[in-house]
């Protein structure tokens, strides 16, 4: 299994906020002189397997695991959650997830969703860095993702035609990783930190510090303190992100009104909304609505069926 999905700032344990020393390696090829492919993904997430992942009511939650290959994920519906030792990082759509070889990550999937990853080589991105980052999705790099579908990441050969293509590919999207947008949350491994960010997840409408404080048994001195010394935000920082989080995975979602978005993450007006969510994106919720449910072409279908080449678009995971 592999896919993108959506990222509702989900609440974890504090005993699960670390990755495990030994995440399961999963492997996408088939043949390993294949340097790079695409796995297209349409349907429910009850269909999909993956080490150590578990079906929830919000979506499948894979186990930690790693790849051999660099990966960026679009996802054409619905948004993405992708965590790592460092924090939460949302991928809504129009957006990409870079996922470096190597790195230990797990993924919140959405019932439902239709994405597009692309594996590379690491030799075909050098400079790949070492934690995700979120990047723009232009409309070249956007229709290029579509169009190597016909050659999925499983296919038993490849072609000069292929390797030319996904070369070019690569270089486009190395040229955007430096260009990223901070849609993260920190984790901590501070126990009184990552229990006042649990509580806070999973009240955002309604939270107070003064409830989390309580909650965690420290005074807002000490918790002040400690939040910002374990993740670099303040609490209100981290309670304000959290909330803009949210309400973007409800924005793309396009299932409530943003009035019903504003008072269901917790924002005291609509007009306060607007004011955080334009500050902190660049855009207001209804212009950021319109942009990630626009249709601006025919989704692709054949990438999600059976690809021209190769066989079947869904090849399981294997892992080793």
């Not at 979120?134 to 169009?147: D, G, S």
């Not at 303040?234 to 793309?252: F, V």
Request: hydrophobic share 40%.
């Amino acid at each position: 299994m592999y896919a993108s999905a959506v990222m509702t700032v989900s609440a974890k344990p504090a005993r699960d906020l670390s990755r495990p020393d030994s995440p399961s390696l999963v492997t996408m090829r088939r043949n390993t002189e294949v340097t790079a492919g695409v796995y297209a993904f349409d349907g429910d997430a009850t269909t999909l397997t993956a080490p150590g992942g578990k079906l929830a009511r919000d979506g499948l939650r894979t186990g930690w695991h790693t790849h051999d290959l660099h990966q960026i994920d679009y996802a054409f519906h619905g948004t993405m959650e992708v965590e790592t030792s460092a924090g939460r990082y949302l991928l809504p759509p129009a957006l990409g997830a870079w996922i470096p070889a190597g790195l230990p990550h797990r993924t919140r999937i959405a019932i439902r969703v239709r994405t597009m990853s692309v594996f590379f080589d690491p030799l075909l991105v050098p400079d790949a860095g070492d934690r995700v980052r979120i990047v723009a999705v232009t409309p070249v790099v956007r229709e290029m993702i579509i169009y190597g579908g016909r050659w999925p990441i499983g296919r038993a050969t490849s072609t000069p035609a292929a390797d030319g293509y996904f070369r070019t590919l690569a270089a486009l999207v190395a040229e955007h990783l430096d260009i990223e947008s901070p849609l993260c949350l920190p984790l901590s491994d501070d126990p009184l930190v990552a229990a006042a960010i649990i509580y806070t997840d999973l009240h955002l409408a309604q939270v107070t510090q003064a409830a989390v404080c309580r909650q965690v048994g420290a005074s807002e001195r000490t918790l002040r303190r400690r939040f910002l010394a374990s993740t670099g935000l303040s609490w209100h920082g981290y309670l304000t992100q959290a909330r803009l989080l949210r309400a973007m995975t409800m924005l793309a979602e396009a299932t409530s009104t943003i009035l019903d978005v504003s008072i269901e993450v917790g924002f005291e007006s609509l007009s306060a909304f607007s004011r955080a969510f334009t500050q902190r994106t660049g855009q207001t919720p209804s212009a950021y609505r319109d942009r990630v449910t626009a249709r601006r072409r025919p989704e692709p279908t054949e990438a999600f069926d059976e690809p021209a080449h190769g066989g079947p678009g869904r090849p399981a995971y294997r892992s080793q």
